[in-house]
């Protein structure tokens, strides 16, 4: 997985040091033993790492020195943090099988669960994404539990969904909650309403979350235009101040939240090759790359599209194992995506799963150039243009 290995020599220190570059990597060192355990890290600095754990320890120091250990020195160099934290991640998983999570303390992204497999589906906040080929669907990642928690609970309130976590045994007789008092539920618990009916009210929350919002906007505005046409225009009021409280609730829903199962994007990060930038690809719930795309050497001529196409032809995910896997790998696209000050950009795939070719290669450019995204830009992200491709 490492693409450089070196036996460790004491000898000729500022010579044997100086071959390491002083530039991100990815390393592991082993001992003689085959069986001992070995010692895996990240660094934005290879050469001074190393030299702080394999040089002579100073007089009383409590730093960690392993210089008596080390037998070989396996490291492969990175073009950004999020390559590194990918590559660390993966080399955890085949070091340590069974103890990876705790070496890497990757916290799960907090996402929202529609259950759809139960009799009277709800939703509700989780870090745990369960079985792939179960009927639930996922939506997210939020930056925070408290996020997706204010988030779902704004979004409940537009919706007679259940937020009960009971087992339901409908009960003619069963006195109800809070919610159905306040008819902000349907109340299946007491038979309130139909199967169908409930039934039809969970297709409009997740035809909400499917769409980010949109489909709930859309048939506020067709309403809300509809009493217009009527001349009912305090009730039109009534429902434009309706749409505005909606679009104020979806503030929350960043760019990078989307149905878990159809989340597809390429990120674009700095290459440790030269003249090329490093791409990924989140599909499936797997993390794909680096597929490295190259530029010309007077660094004026962008990618061909199809030079382009063929990259993205070789990110092809095959798709996450597991749940757990699933979780993890999103954790890390989370982790970068929130982070306030982030190297390398993230296009998304459109609501038909295109990818915008056109948007790849700008952003491919800026970060080859070392440019930053406009405000412009960043503002305008989900405005597509006709000439995508």
């Keep these: 997985m490492l693409t450089h290995s070196i036996p460790f020599s004491a000898a000729h220190e500022a010579e044997f040091f100086a071959q390491f570059p002083a530039a991100p990597a990815v390393f592991l060192l082993r001992g003689e033993d085959a069986a001992a355990e070995p010692y895996a890290g990240k660094t934005s600095n290879l050469r001074k790492r190393l030299l702080r754990l394999l040089a002579p320890p100073e007089s009383q120091s409590k730093r960690l020195n392993l210089r008596q250990r080390v037998a070989i020195i396996e490291y492969s160099l990175t073009g950004s943090d999020f390559e590194s934290l990918l590559l660390l991640y993966r080399l955890l998983r085949q070091v340590f099988p069974g103890a990876w999570q705790k070496r890497l303390r990757l916290r799960p992204a907090p996402v929202i669960r529609l259950n759809l497999e139960n009799a009277f589906p709800r939703a509700y906040v989780t870090t745990r994404i369960g079985r792939l080929k179960g009927r639930s669907l996922y939506y997210g990642p939020f930056r925070a539990r408290t996020a997706a928690e204010a988030f779902l609970n704004d979004s409940l309130d537009l919706f007679k969904m259940r937020r009960c976590t009971f087992e339901l045994h409908p009960d003619p007789a069963f006195p109800g ?46 309403e809300r235009d509809q009493l217009s046409a009527d001349l009912d225009f305090e009730a ?43 791409l990924f690809r989140f599909r499936n719930g797997e993390l794909a790359g680096p597929e490295h795309l190259a530029f010309a050497a007077d660094g004026e001529s962008q990618p061909t599209v199809a030079g ?23 954790a890390i696209l989370k982790r970068w995506y929130y982070r306030s000050h982030k190297t390398g950009e993230v296009i998304f795939a459109k609501t038909d799963g295109e990818l915008s070719l056109r948007k790849i290669a700008n952003a491919a450019n800026r970060i080859y150039k070392g440019e930053k995204k406009s405000e412009t830009t960043a503002n305008h992200a989900l405005i597509e243009s006709g000439e995508d491709s």
């Design 177 to 222: 909650c809070v919610y159905s008092e306040m008819k902000m539920c349907l109340a299946p618990c007491f038979r309130g309403c139909t199967d169908d009916a409930y039934q039809s009210e969970v297709a409009r929350v997740q035809a909400y979350f499917d769409s980010g919002g949109q489909a709930l906007v859309q048939e506020l505005e067709a």
């Design 308 to 330: 382009l196409e063929e990259t993205l032809e070789k990110l092809q995910p095959s798709g996450a194992a597991s749940g757990q896997q699933f979780a993890e790998e999103l």
């Design 236 to 278: 039109a009021a009534q429902q434009h101040a309706k749409i505005t409280k909606t679009k104020n609730i979806l503030s929350a829903w960043d760019d990078i939240c989307h149905r878990l199962d159809l989340l597809d994007a390429v990120i674009v990060q700095p290459s440790a090759q030269p003249d090329s930038v490093a």
